[in-house]
């Protein structure tokens, strides 16, 4: 039997949509007001999906507040009240979109679950916009 167990969590960031190939024309056309000079921000909210089969001792699929710890040193602590475009590493060289941002946080939280436990998440850019990503 597999179940999925959830957990909500929420940072702010700045970016700017721009591709350095497109001159600023077309950026500007392109991405609009996303493409702005000093950066844009928003509120994200992060939902994070872990499935698989209940431990039969622990009766958990993961322990939430670890699940919690994760979501916190490797999402939060890196993304909250940064520009993504300038501080952090994985946006050097890739354009911070809300699908580009999802797969990102999914490889990193990957990389701290077990490998039996499947992942998905959720990136929320606005309350009507949001990106969902499974590793597929």
Known sequence: ?????????HFN???RLHVK????????????????LNYHGHNYDLIVTVSGEIDPVSGFLIDMKVLGAIIHEEIENRFDHKNLNMDCEAFKELNPTAENIAVVIWNFLRNRLEKHL?????LYETERNFVEYNGN
């Open 21 to 36: 190939e497109w001159d600023d024309e077309k950026n500007k056309a392109f991405f609009g007001n996303c493409n702005n």
């Open 1 to 9: 039997m597999e179940i999925a167990v959830s957990r909500k969590a």
């Open 13 to 15: 960031a700045a970016h």
């Open 118 to 122: 499947k992942l998905k998440v959720i």
